[in-house]
């Protein structure tokens, strides 16, 4: 196993139960989506077909879940707490889809650590984080909790 590049981002030890980061926003583009369909082979009409999207309940093409999902994870690396210390996304836990994200839309997201575990063996631990996706209005888009595996202090 190779070593991990320098460490910018927090160490495990440095995690606590209760610590809330809240991330910058990002706008979720025509383009994204776009990007998102080619990369994931995902042209479902909901998201890619602006007249059939008319005729569905939302009346408006909405953001691939796994999209919002993916730019979740970006903004949540983007803070620096994650940056050459994680050694592994582990698990997505209870992960809800509660509204729907338009383009035009601005996500930013709320992380709260739950439950840190050592993992001796690992040379660091395993990190809880409750993840809330919210809109610009505030209201919650998608949620659920992330398991990471963090590195100790060298």
Do not use: C
């Not at 660091?124 to 809109?135: A, E, F, M, T, Y």
Request: glycine residues 10%; hydrophobic residues 40%; without cysteine.
């Amino acid at each position: 196993m190779s070593p991990l590049p320098a460490a910018h981002g927090m160490y495990f030890e440095e995690f606590e139960t209760g610590q809330k980061i809240v991330t910058m926003g990002r706008t979720i583009t025509e383009s994204d989506i776009y990007f998102f369909a080619g990369l994931t082979g995902d042209y479902n009409p909901i998201h890619t077909d602006a007249e059939f999207s008319k005729t569905i309940p939302f009346g408006q093409r909405i953001a691939h879940g796994l999209l919002g999902t993916s730019i979740a994870s970006g903004l949540a690396y983007r803070t620096g707490i994650l940056e050459g210390t994680t050694i592994a996304f582990r698990e997505i836990k209870e992960w809800r889809f509660v509204k729907p994200i338009f383009i035009g839309d601005t996500i930013h997201v709320e992380l709260i650590v739950q439950e840190t575990k050592a993992i001796p063996r690992l040379k660091g631990g395993s990190v809880d984080i409750l993840v809330d996706v919210k809109k610009q209005d505030g209201e919650t888009v998608m949620k659920g909790t992330w398991t990471l595996l963090i590195a100790s202090k060298p």
